[in-house]
């Protein structure tokens, strides 16, 4: 839906350190977030890339997500695989990315603060600022343009991509301000990284630190198993009605959606399609309510 905001999760196939920081991998995340963002208009307000998956906080102000999504995953598969002189998926295939709607600004500000606390909590830095990947610094939104350089790897000179582009980070809807954003997040990172710390230490761990990241083999993965067969969150809301509502809507699209589907398929050509509706829109021009 045009408007929406949403944390934005994507895993690298077999939870392999694909991403590990480097100036390369660095450069073609940050060039190609930036392209996918000019070209579709998204908002972007938040990122985190960890070595084997990625975070982003967007506004997906004219219902682009998933073309937005496309240009940026294909092009970042393209381009690190080559790096790495690797041909196989890139990415996980068990669905796709993940995409979960905070619910009220407050959801939204937890979720930012998950996303840049993330280092943190997986027991690699003691600071998120201390990522040597890819990571928003909260003073860096609203107040600077990041200028990412179309890297010498992979991309011809000669093509038709620009030189440089910019990406301008944005403080998300629902606050007076960015800086009310920037203080607000700032505090909420903070807070959170304390509870990981104690928690890191409750679990006697230790900090992996910035030598041993930069030290991983991209084809490596963690040791430990990722669970499987959990619930895929759609939505995010701390306040429990406000889950319930956001719950019913998304269950109403789905019912309406199949039923419309239905008709459609057996020729109905008048059918109307609810709000939200992407694909068959795109690409069959369906009839659409709403904003869709």
């Not at 700032?186 to 041993?212: P, Y």
Request: proline share 7%; with cysteine.
């Amino acid at each position: 839906m045009p408007g929406t905001v949403y944390l934005i999760t994507r895993r690298c196939s077999e939870r392999r350190f694909f991403l590990r920081p480097s100036k390369i991998i660095n450069e073609i995340f940050l060039y190609v977030l930036a392209l996918a963002a000019r070209r579709h208009g998204v908002l972007v307000h938040v990122f985190c890339v960890l070595s084997n998956h990625a975070h982003l906080i967007v506004t997906d102000p004219e219902g682009r997500l998933p073309a937005f999504m496309q240009y940026l995953d294909s092009l970042v598969a393209r381009a690190v695989n080559a790096s790495l002189g690797r041909f196989e998926s890139f990415w996980a295939t068990d669905g796709s990315y993940s995409a979960v709607e905070p619910l009220d600004a407050e959801d939204v500000l937890a979720k930012a603060a998950y996303v840049l606390a993330n280092p943190v909590a997986a027991g690699l830095v003691r600071r998120g600022a201390e990522w040597p990947g890819l990571w928003t610094a909260p003073e860096q939104i609203g107040t600077i343009k990041l200028v990412a350089r179309r890297p010498s790897f992979f991309f011809d000179p000669k093509g038709y991509l620009p030189e440089t582009v910019e990406l301008e980070l944005s403080a998300p809807p629902g606050f007076a301000s960015a800086d009310e954003f920037r203080a607000s997040l700032s505090a909420a990172v903070q807070e959170l990284e304390k509870r990981h710390h104690q928690e890191i230490a409750t679990k006697g761990r230790r900090f992996v630190g910035v030598t041993r990241v930069l030290a991983q083999n991209p084809f490596a993965s963690p040791p430990a198993g990722e669970p499987r067969f959990e619930l895929k969150p759609r939505i995010a809301a701390r306040d429990k009605w406000k889950r319930i509502e956001g719950l019913l809507r998304l269950r109403s699209f789905l019912v309406e959606y199949r039923q419309a589907l239905v008709e459609w398929s057996s020729g109905v050509r008048t059918v109307v399609f609810p709000a939200g509706t992407y694909h068959l829109r795109l690409f069959h021009g369906v009839r659409c309510a709403g904003a869709a």
